[in-house]
């Protein structure tokens, strides 16, 4: 048995001042995932801070006409907002495809993103690896690897972010608002909160302990309103992607004006998709410049003999969500 100290905060200052103080405490907001690795010997705090009393749960729309998303709203309660079925359609798509209803109702945007990943290697506790004991080596590069990254990739660590969110998020070019030690506030670019592996997969974000997540904010963007989540899985529901694409288009007389496009399922971190939006914007919206786009995108992937199927099921998702945010559609992306 190991022991563990729980407090339930009520003051944002006292909390991260708690947290701060103890290099092993750990902020508790949903738990859904903080539970289940303490339980599997993974992770071993020795107090959790409950934050779910703290007021950092509000959906607001910003002047500019963008949102601010308190850390501590709820998935369901984030994808059932009007607002963001109206203006981020991928957004709330994604949160419903990401997870279980109860899962949804229990778990925190914040949480969402610093997620821990589902790489079994990681979560059992006792084979290497490099992102739970730092130099023990990664077990998934010469082990089972079907699930794992194909982008963002090192000799270190191979595995996958698991957030659905986070994807669009990204696509959204979303900002990380904090508030650290003394009162520190800080904001991160959606790009430069999440770490490639590198040789430090440990780190995984670029805050301090006792930094918390406050907001997430995203600025006002109109192709936004035109966008879409799409998720390629082994089954239906309550899966992580295989594949998944964050779009949004915009098409005058013909022309691609803008877009935007995420990747998950195939990356280390939510992969923002520069190379395809890069080579679409100013070309003509057909299938061929789709496919040539996503050609591109995964030229640099490095999959390994079990997750090489990856490269071909992304390019191919990536055609499919742009032809039906285009009107066709049609042909299925397995």
Not at 279 to 285: D, K, P, V
Request: hydrophobic content about 40%.
């Amino acid at each position: 048995m190991r022991p563990i100290t729980y407090a339930r905060a009520t003051d944002t200052a006292a909390a991260i001042a708690a947290v701060s103080a103890d290099p092993t405490s750990d902020f508790l907001a949903g738990g859904t995932t903080e539970i289940d690795l303490l339980r599997q010997n993974v992770l071993h705090p020795r107090r959790l801070v409950d934050i779910n009393s703290l007021p950092l749960n509000r959906i607001e729309t910003t002047p500019e006409g963008g949102l601010r998303i308190g850390s501590l709203a709820r998935m369901s309660e984030v994808a059932a907002a009007p607002v963001v079925r109206e203006r981020f359609p991928m957004l709330s798509q994604s949160l419903e495809l990401g997870a279980s209803a109860q899962l949804r109702h229990m778990a925190s945007m914040g949480g969402n993103l610093l997620q821990k990943v589902r790489c079994s290697y990681y979560r059992d506790a006792v084979s290497p690896c490099n992102k739970r004991e730092p130099g023990t080596g990664c077990s998934a590069v010469d082990g089972f690897s079907r699930g794992h990254a194909v982008l963002g990739t090192s000799s270190h660590c191979i595995a996958t972010h698991p957030s659905d969110a986070a994807v669009a998020l990204m696509a959204l070019d979303a900002q990380v608002h904090t508030l650290g030690p003394d009162d520190r506030e800080r904001t991160y670019a959606f790009d430069d909160f999440f770490l490639l592996p590198g040789d430090s997969p440990h780190r995984e974000h670029p805050m301090e302990h006792g930094e918390l997540i406050t907001s997430i904010e995203l600025p006002a963007a109109p192709v936004a309103r035109h966008s879409l989540y799409l998720k390629v899985r082994d089954r239906e529901s309550y899966e992580f992607a295989l594949t998944s694409v964050a779009a949004a288009v915009s098409v005058v007389d013909g022309t691609i004006a803008d877009v935007r496009v995420a990747l998950g399922g195939v990356a280390t971190k939510p992969w923002r998709a520069r190379r395809v939006e890069d080579f679409l914007i100013g070309a003509a919206a057909q299938r061929n410049n789709f496919a040539q786009a996503a050609r591109v995108e995964l030229i640099e992937a490095q999959p390994t003999t079990m997750n090489a199927f990856k490269v071909e099921l992304a390019q191919r998702a990536i055609v499919r969500a742009l032809e039906t945010l285009i009107g066709n559609g049609s042909e299925s992306p397995e």
